[in-house]
């Protein structure tokens, strides 16, 4: 096959859709500030109001005022966090429940709770990075303020029963929050049926625009403003409307709701051909991630006896974008620690890859990736010490 670019790092960003583009050049043109009084800010604001509407309908919440705008996702948890050290700081319970694979920015602000003296439980995963949930029932107690649970993985794609989870937070009164970034959007999300109190939501893994996402909160649960300053979004977030950013969400929304069984279908389709393309052209890799409980669209695998950064950086000479499980790319050179809590071994987590698709995948794209990754993993192991 000739050589070609193909883009497989979607849960890392996607692109901006052309519609979403045109609707906010267009917007750019309304410069008003949606909270002055006049007629050109009354038009920005109905158009903001629509938008979190949309937002609104794709997460299954009845009343759009639940729905906070922020600059994405690490503001949204961190504004659920920083809620709890208000609450925990004035009396009563501090306890945090979450586990050992959530996002850095849920991860470091559980950490800095635990500095402040909060008592905080970080869960095990099972081998397909399912949540222990005897575990789970052991660690939520009557002192416990917050449940925080991804809704899926990042890395591995895995997905949580948040419903199942939420029951457990509730029945002991403690809130529930899900980190759901990688989720809306791909597969069925609703905060009512799930019954979580907090939702984190994040735009530009939906083919909208960056620095713009979301904050569901149920309506009767407390939260503390990150940003103090003017009376937006009733407070709980201050700081001039993010005019564009906002309409591009409301309609990436709008699409990603009417698409998203076609997405389902088409991408779990594409996600099942790359799979079983690669275990047939690689012997002794090993996918990592729940077999079917998993985002249609994210393939994680190990190629033992390769390494993480050499495999990323030979598919990227072939014009194949894809992201290692590993953190190295912040400068560290720490394994996973999302493959490290499946507990399969620093050589394992160390030579991942993950895989993830998109809308604008083909069969063609999976094809090219399946041809090239064989000869690479032979060449890589070839220089390993160890015989494969
Ligand atoms: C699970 C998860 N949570 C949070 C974030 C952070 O979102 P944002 O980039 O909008 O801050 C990401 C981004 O990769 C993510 O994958």
Known sequence: ??????????????????????????????????????????????????????????????DPERVVFTSGGSESNNTVFATMFHLGRKGGRKGIVTTKIEHPCVLNAAKWLADEGFPVTFLDVDEYGVVDMDQLRRAVGPETLLVSVMAANNEIGTVQDIRAIAAIAKAAGAYMHTDATQSVGKIPVSVDDWGVDYMTMSCHKLYGPKGI??????????????????????GFRAGTYNNQGIMGFGLAAELAKAELDDYVERIGGLRRRLRDGILAAVPKCRVNGHPERVLPNTLNVSFPGAEGEAILLSLDLEGIRVSTGSACASGSLDPSHVL???????ELAHGSIRFSLGRDSTEEDVDYVVSRIGPIIARLRSMSTVSY
Do not use: W
């Open 213 to 234: 996402g979301g904050l569901y909160v149920r309506e009767g649960r407390p939260l503390e403003p990150l940003i103090r300053g003017g009376h937006q979004e009733h």
């Open 1 to 62: 096959m000739e050589r070609r670019f193909v883009y497989m790092d979607y849960n890392a960003t996607t692109p901006l859709r052309p519609e979403v583009k045109a609707e906010m050049i267009e917007d750019l043109e309304l410069y008003a500030n949606a909270s002055s009084l006049h007629e050109a800010g009354r038009k920005a604001r109905s158009r903001i109001e629509r938008s979190r509407a949309a937002v609104a309908a794709l997460i299954g919440a009845k």
């Open 340 to 346: 490290m809590a499946t507990g399969v071994g620093p």
